[in-house]
């Protein structure tokens, strides 16, 4: 017996006929089917689409049904988790033995349901721009991530990404950060040339306050930070600066910068920023045996010839400092960053300018003017961890007044062993000293005599007349 679903496609290979002017007996010689069949299906009000199939337990529908529960837990945790990614992890956590269709058919039932229960409707934007390759080793690009509060949780606030792509293979760098200083910016860059084992010919950035010095109109040389000017010296590379409002200049980094969060942070929960790290190198080798879409190569393949064409790093790193004026205060102390670092008394002045180079562990002084011997430097301190902080170098205060000097008497005629005992209250012989027997005593109080006057004394000598107080006249006559 012909099943529902094909008598249906098999008549509608004939609905020619029907409107060719063919009879329904003739139609159903033709089909082999019983004429009231033919006419149920072939009349003006039949139905507009095939009957459904019956359902069928498949074992492929059974496979990804026992998998629906963790699938709408993560879209539940992130809506616009990609199927690749939620198949990578099935595979991974979970020993999952179907294919990526059969996620990606789940997955077009599955979103919508969950991103109705959530309230939300994703959308996307799309722009034009003009694509661009480069030959290996040729140039890498760098970009930030604001991944916000993921680690709130631990007591950190705020947690970013820094991350490196080489352009021609896509092998990407991943490192997570508590700031954006320049000190930390450069920073990520040593540990990236480490991972890639060599450092590209250009590096493409936007225009950050770590790279460029300042904003000029479009169309101008754009005046490099001299850090970066120096940073890019040491280890051979050029600095290349986007126009502004141009991110599509660095779409690899940038589409990097999400892929990180759908294959490492999404739906996930971390405790530390070493956590982070270690998440990113274990996906590395994932990603390296992934084949790119759009070079059309497997990324790890890609990466060796990347790799080989690299420039080498020196064997000297270069320590990037960041260089701030401050003024020197009267207790000969420097305010950086909420804490305070001691100068040298003899070498400075109060209000005196100096520079505060800060590093991640050190912060080091050094006056704008050299001295006599061409020396800059004043103290090197370690960096305090938090705020409120007081670093007080030893000899710094040698030479200032500590106080030992000071002493004190309430007597008019100065008394031995005083200057003896210093304000400590004891004499050379043991014996009170002339502050401390007077307060224990208080001979010389005793000895004061007050005068005694009447209140007549003080009228005579102003020439006022005594204030009398006159009754009130009953009558109302004075």
Sequence with gaps: ????????????????????????????????????????????????????????????????????????????????????????????????????QRVKMYLQEARPRIAAELGCTPAELARLHRRFEVVPGAQAQVDWGDEGGILARAGIPKVYSFHMVLSYSRDPFCCFTTSQDLVTFWACHRRAFAHFGGVPGSIVYDRAKTVVRRHVAPGKAVPLHPEAVAFAGHYGFDIDVLAACRPTGKGR??????????????????????????????????????????????????????????????????????????????????????NLYSVPAARVFPRQLVEVRSSAATISLHATVPDEHGVTLLAVHQRAVGRGARIVGPGHWEGLPDGRTRATTTSCEAVPGEAAGRGSGRSRRGEPAGALRFLLARTDTAQVTVGHRPLSVYDQVTGTRPFTTVPADPKGTT
């Design 253 to 338: 980094v940038e589409r990097q910068v999400t892929i990180v969060r759908d294959h490492v942070l999404a739906g996930r929960s971390f405790t530390s920023l070493d956590a982070l790290d270690r998440a990113f190198l274990a996906w590395v080798p994932a990603r390296r045996a992934t084949v790119h879409r759009t070079h059309g190569e497997v990324i790890g393949v890609r990466a060796g010839r990347d790799h080989a064409a690299l420039g080498p790093v020196p064997a000297r790193p270069y320590v990037v400092a960041g260089r701030h004026l401050r003024h020197v205060g009267k207790d000969c102390l420097v305010a950086f960053e909420a």
């Design 1 to 100: 017996m012909v099943p529902e679903a094909e008598r249906w496609l098999e008549l509608r290979r004939f609905r020619a006929l029907r409107l060719a002017g063919a009879s329904v007996s003739e139609i159903a010689r033709e089909t082999g089917l019983n004429w009231r069949t033919v006419k149920k299906y072939l009349e003006a009000d039949g139905p507009a689409a095939p009957p459904a199939p019956p359902p069928r337990a498949g074992r492929r529908e059974q496979v990804i049904a026992a998998y629906a529960p963790v699938i709408d837990a993560w879209l539940r945790a992130e809506v616009l988790l990609k199927g690749t990614v939620i198949h990578e992890r099935l595979v991974a956590e979970y020993g999952f033995a179907g294919n990526y």
